[in-house]
């Protein structure tokens, strides 16, 4: 009995490691099975969205840093590439640049607003990202409130942004599982759940934050400048808006804060719901985002993955040393008394 118990939790392990690479070919040769151009482009915002929710749960999610300010990063990815791509560079270059100085922006922004918690911290972040959005809006280098246009040689290739798309994706989660499975994770745990505990112990709270602020702000650079390429024309009002910033915070808490199939998964389920809401409700979808919210809020805090996971868990283990299919297919943590 206990050898059958072992073979079935090495299978499932097996298979938590399998699932990933098998989803990533399904996303790969996808395109072949004759997709449509809307289907294609829906599919690529999608991974765009899912990539920026990565970025911000290693933030919000692990360290416990609630920022609404990720639009500046993601504003400045989209103009960073521009800009270098006018310049005359490729565009792998363009995001590449684009990761460098989102990353290099986070610091600035992280150095004074670390030293605040708390609401103040959110409050703070507001205001860097209004404040950014004005400067954008009054710079002739980037066309100001007027946007900028992005001209490629070539023909316009859809399928090329997909699987830039899908790649920079499936990046982001390998770093996302790298940083969340380290001693670098660990101290962030511990920094969410009691920063002055974690300094006792030996963590050094606000070198830590600003460390993960820069990968998630790089990653959301790296989004942003793909979608600005595929756009093709953008301007302040849309890449630095606050909306941007709520959405972009919106989708690890739909799918379950502080896990990475939880970013991933309302990095998904956004980027399809939300073309929908907006095509539908146009003057409504922000009332609706924000019913959405305090719904799952009151509801549901672990998001969509903590409702998963109830249903999975349809009786309790009795052997306290196997593993249940929940923590198999999502992965668990134990942070401030109960399961993220």
């Not at 791509?85 to 600035?108: D, E, K, Q, T, Y």
């Not at 609401?119 to 900028?148: C, H, K, Q, W």
């Amino acid at each position: 009995m206990a050898g059958r118990m072992k073979f079935s939790s090495l299978w499932k392990r097996r298979m938590a490691l399998i699932l990933p690479w098998l989803l990533l070919l399904v996303l790969l040769v996808l395109p072949a099975a004759g997709l449509s151009a809307n289907m294609v482009r829906l599919l690529f915002i999608t991974a765009v969205w899912t990539t920026c929710s990565i970025g911000w749960n290693l933030l919000g999610g692990l360290a416990g840093q609630i920022s609404f300010g990720f639009a500046v990063f993601f504003g400045l990815g989209a103009y960073t590439t521009g800009l270098l791509m006018h310049a005359g560079r490729s565009p792998w270059f363009g995001f590449i640049g684009a990761a460098a100085i989102a990353a290099l922006a986070s610091f600035f922004i992280g150095l004074p607003t670390f030293r605040l918690r708390g609401p103040y911290f959110a409050i703070a972040t507001i205001g860097v990202s209004e404040a950014v959005r004005v400067v954008m809006n009054n710079l002739d280098i980037t066309g100001g409130a007027s946007g900028y246009r992005i001209i490629e040689n070539g023909p316009y290739r859809p399928l090329e942004h997909y699987y830039t798309a899908i790649v920079v994706v499936a990046g982001a989660v390998v770093i996302s599982s790298v940083v969340m499975n380290s001693k670098f994770g660990l101290a962030l745990r511990a920094i969410k759940q009691d920063e002055d505990a974690a300094a006792d112990i030996g963590v050094n709270p606000f070198t830590n934050k600003l460390w993960v602020h820069a990968i998630a702000g790089a990653l959301t650079g790296i989004a942003g400048g793909i979608y600005a390429r595929r756009a093709g024309f953008f301007y302040p009002g849309d890449v630095f808006s606050f909306q941007t910033s709520i959405s972009i915070l919106l989708m690890p808490v739909i799918g379950g804060i502080g896990t990475v199939w939880g970013a991933v998964l309302g990095g998904v389920i956004f980027g399809i719901v939300e073309e929908q809401l907006v095509a539908k409700f146009p003057d409504l979808h922000l009332l609706l985002y924000g019913g959405l919210l305090i719904l799952i809020i009151l509801l549901e805090p672990d998001g969509i993955l903590g409702l998963l996971r109830r249903l999975f868990r349809s009786k309790r283990i009795e052997d306290s040393g196997s593993t249940g299919a929940d923590e198999i297919l999502w992965g668990r943590s134990r942070l401030e008394g109960r399961e993220l």
